[in-house]
């Protein structure tokens, strides 16, 4: 697993420095577990050498070359990094955490950020048409508004304190009570003042709109000894950017996204270099569990296909995994198929699409089932597949059923001693004590946790012995299958 944030080696990193005009630091995110993956296809395509972090990658690379990053097919997200610190020690006064904030704003090297940017898009005229000193007024905090979506559960809750939490996280019924009466009291002015300060805003925005780019800032933070929420730290920081550099705030159609990245001690910032994730291509007909394309593509990585060997997805679902590896593996047959007619349907629709595009691709689908292939032995050379998780689709009974059915099926077309399967799945305990009983047929090569929207999820490398065919496994099987039809016929007849 990759090292968090504050744990990385950023002095490697040579682009952050602004004396350095022509290389800049990139962060291409990635599946958290899957950073070494995306930092081989760096090296690869790029002859970059990646700093890893969680979720994360960093690499330096000329200003020049950086559309080539944007095609990489590991990553979700690339941005340019134009600030980094690892001792960023917040004080224990909020007020105080707020200014160091709000003056962070100083520190970046907007130019070399909005040069990488303005290459990216396309932007026309200057973005920095002057660099105004802060008046070390920081932003009006506004807890209302910022720590309205907080959660009981929140890590920073213990650190805030109580005059300024909303009502549905105050510990007793007397500060809501005051807190309404408050509100009763200053209401009248609160609505006036609230209008008078849109005004304001309004004529602001519409002063600077010809100054720059329209801007938001959007903070991740981790840690549980921060005084205040993400939107608290946007917020400041969002104020010092607008007063020093005059760009107006546009949080819906904005032309710049700014990055505050907040760790426990590091922090750094970032200007997107992507308005939508990488991730987001080849799909035009959805189903209950696609994957995404990066995912696909680092799943057939790591089968490391060859020219003129044939690639299955036995239960493919979309077709996600076959049809991106069409496009990045073009000298390989790839072939995908799945038991339900109406997943085969969406399957084609996203092939032809594609195909509608223009793209070329070697790959088809069929209806099968899994358990029993219309292949005949020993002509696959790979597998690479997204297992049912048990979750959205079937269940774990089911998989313990099905995980062991496949595997036997799958040695049965793989090729022997050089076959290899790559199976990506949430139920790992099904899998493995599956995998422990077609031993003989299948060896493990390794496996990987990643992350996947919250969900845990393993990937299982396993290598095809050379072992033609295991009988054993056969009878059990059959042993099984009969007595689950004794059942069944036992259970008919006390009904009857």
Known sequence: MAPVITAMNSDLLKGIIPENHEICTLEATVITGLEEVAARECQEKLGAVCVLARGRVFLDIEI?????????????????VIFMVKNFSFPDSREQCFERLYKLAERPDWKKGTQVWQQTFGYEGNPIAEIRPLNNE??????????????????????????????????????DKEDDDEKEKDGGHAEVNSKEDLNQEEKSSRIREERGPKFRISCSRTGTTHKFGSPEAARQFGAGVNEMLGWPVDLS???????????????????????????????????????????????????????????????????????????????VLHLGGDNFGQAVKRSRDNIDYLIKKGRS??????????????LRSQIVDAIVSDLPFG???????????????????LARVTKISTGRAVLLTHDKKSMIRNIKRVHTLWKTGGSQTINIGGLSAVIFILYRTSLLADPTLKAEWSSKKRKHEQDDQATREVVI
Request: aromatic fraction near 6%; proline fraction near 8%; glycine fraction near 4%.
């Open 253 to 331: 159609n904005f032309d710049m996204e700014v990055l505050l990245c907040i760790d426990t001690e590091c922090v750094y910032v970032a200007i997107c270099l992507t308005k939508e994730p990488l991730f987001k291509r080849n799909l035009t007909s959805f189903g209950p569990t696609n994957l995404r394309a990066t995912l696909c593509y680092n799943l057939m990585r790591l089968a490391a296909p060859q020219p003129g060997e044939v690639v299955i997805d036995p239960m493919c679902g979309g077709a996600t995994i076959p049809m991106e590896g069409s496009q990045t593996y073009r000298s």
């Open 391 to 409: 979750k959205r689709m079937g269940s774990q009974a089911d998989n313990r059923v099905l995980y062991y059915r496949a595997l036997v099926e």
């Open 64 to 80: 020049t070359r950086v559309p080539e990053v944007l095609k990489l097919r590991a990553v979700d997200n690339v941005n340019v």
């Open 138 to 175: 920081i932003c009006t905090p506004r807890p209302d508004l910022d720590l309205k979506s907080l959660k009981q559960s929140s890590a920073i809750l213990d650190n805030l304190p109580q005059d300024v939490l909303p009502p549905h996280l105050r510990q007793s019924q007397k500060d």
């Open 361 to 374: 691709m070697v790959v088809d689908v069929a209806q099968w089932d899994a358990t029993r292939l219309p």
